[in-house]
Every structure is written in C-alpha cells, then in structure tokens.
C-alpha cells in the first residue's frame, strides 16, 4: 500500500520559515515525481512545489524565491519555505504520481496533509 506521511506544519509568524517532509513508502520512489500543493479555506488546491524523478524543478509564481523542494534516496520529500506571508496559509499536502506529464491537482497519491498558519 503506498503510503505518504506529511509533517512540519505549525503556527509561524510572518517573515518565519518552516520545514515540511513528506515520508513516501510502498512505491518505487526514484520513479515517481513528487509535489507539494496546498488548499485554503474556500478555494482550489494549487501546486506550490514539484520536483521530477530527474531532478528538475517547478514553483508557483507565489513562491518563487522563498520555497526549495528537495528529494533524498531515503523516500523523503522536503518543502524548506522562508519569508513567509499570511496567504501562505493552507493545508500541505504531499503528492506523488507516475509517470510525469504535468502537475495536477487530482492525479497520483495524496497524503493526509499538514497545517500551515502564518500570524502574528
């Protein structure tokens, strides 16, 4: 059974960073390409990282400069996100699907999703 696990959330002051992993298992893990989206209250889920079995890279124009996805052998998918703002508020979630085409919002593996909170 595949299985992805997100943790790292919690309540940061803006301008604050938080760290969120994603723990994959029950797949082939080099093959897959991961994603971290996010939903906030009332509106759609949106893509806010991804990273391509490869390697390569993709950010929402929202992020850009302040969030870095990565990826280890050890199944481990890590959102390291700096500066941030009030509307980076949202449920994290952790995504993975296989093959890669483009980043959707609905296809592949989801995990149960982490709590972002920025206030003061």
């Known amino acids: 059974q595949v299985q992805l696990v997100e943790s790292g959330g919690g309540l940061v002051q803006p301008g604050g960073s938080l760290r969120l992993s994603c723990a994959a298992s029950?797949?082939?893990?080099?093959?897959?390409?991961m994603g971290w989206y996010r939903q906030a209250p009332g509106k759609q889920r949106e893509l806010v990282a991804g990273i391509t079995s490869g390697g390569s890279t993709d950010y929402a124009d929202s992020v850009k400069g302040r969030v870095t996805i990565s990826r280890d052998n050890a199944k481990t998918t890590v959102l390291q996100m700096n500066s941030l703002k009030p509307e980076d508020t949202a449920v994290y979630y952790c995504?993975?699907?296989?093959?890669?085409?483009?980043?959707?919002?609905?296809?592949?593996?989801w995990g149960q999703g982490t709590q972002v909170t920025v206030s003061s």
């Open positions: 995504n993975a699907h296989f093959p890669h085409t483009i980043w959707s919002r609905t296809d592949g593996y």
């Open positions: 029950g797949l082939m893990f080099s093959r897959y390409a």
